[in-house]
C-alpha cells in the first residue's frame, strides 16, 4: 500500500510539475514584447497627382489629394499627435520626419469605409505672388517651386492605425484641365 500511495504522489508531484511548467511557458509567451504590425499600404491609397492650390493671402503650398479608404471602417484623425509625414526621394527612400510647422495635413481627416475623400497637405513655404499675377500664373510658379525640391512626393505614417498612406508627387507640367485655386 506504501508504494502505491508513493507511486500515486509521484505521478501527482509530476503532473503539478509539468503544469507549472506549462503555466510559466504560457504566461511567458502571453507577456513577451510583440512586434508591431507591419504598415497598411492598402488600406487608403491616393488615386491620382494631386491638385496644387493656394490661397490668395497666405503664401503656403496646399496639395489636394483625393483619397479612397478601401476598409470597412471609417477613417477618422483629428490630432497630429500620431501622425508622421515623411518626404520621399526618387529612389524610395523617405527623408526623417518632417516638422508640423513644415509640413501637415490640414485636420479632421474623416473618409467614410469604402468612400473617397480629399486629404490636403499644407507646405508653409513661401512662394512670392505679385501684384497682377493671376491664379494660373501663380499656381505655375508654385509648381515651379515643388519642382526645385528633389521629392517624389510624401507618405503619411499613421501610427495608431498603423497605415501607411503614399501621396505621389505633384504633375510637373501644367494639365490640361487644372481645379480652380480655391481648396
Same mark, same amino acid.
Given at each position: ?14 503532473? +503539478?510539475? #509539468? $503544469?507549472?511548467?506549462?503555466? *510559466?511557458? @504560457?504566461?511567458?509567451?502571453? &507577456? ?8 497598411? +499600404?492598402? #488600406? $487608403?491609397?491616393?488615386?491620382? *497627382?494631386? @491638385?496644387?492650390?493656394?490661397? &490668395? ?127
Amino acid at each position: 500500500m506504501k508504494t502505491t500511495l508513493l507511486k500515486i504522489a509521484a505521478a501527482a508531484a509530476g503532473i +503539478t510539475l #509539468a $503544469l507549472c511548467i506549462a503555466a *510559466a511557458c @504560457a504566461f511567458w509567451y502571453a &507577456s513577451r514584447p510583440k512586434p508591431p504590425k507591419p504598415w497598411n +499600404t492598402t #488600406a $487608403l491609397t491616393t488615386i491620382e *497627382a494631386p @491638385a496644387i492650390t493656394s490661397y &490668395s493671402n497666405e503664401n503656403h503650398i496646399f496639395l489636394r489629394y483625393r483619397v479612397q479608404n478601401h476598409t470597412d471602417k471609417d477613417y477618422s484623425i483629428d490630432k497630429t499627435q500620431h501622425l508622421r509625414v515623411m518626404g520621399k526621394y526618387p529612389n524610395g527612400s523617405l527623408t526623417s520626419p518632417l516638422e508640423d510647422n513644415y509640413v501637415s495635413p490640414e485636420l479632421p481627416i474623416f473618409i467614410p469605409a469604402q468612400h473617397t475623400e480629399m486629404i490636403t497637405l499644407e507646405i508653409r513655404d513661401s512662394v512670392a505672388r505679385g501684384a497682377k499675377v493671376s491664379d494660373d500664373e501663380y499656381r505655375e510658379q508654385i509648381r515651379a517651386h515643388l519642382n526645385r525640391i528633389s521629392l517624389d512626393g510624401f507618405a503619411v505614417f499613421d501610427e495608431e492605425n498603423r497605415y501607411q498612406i503614399d501621396l505621389p508627387k505633384w504633375l510637373s507640367v501644367k494639365p490640361e484641365s487644372e481645379p480652380a485655386s480655391k481648396p
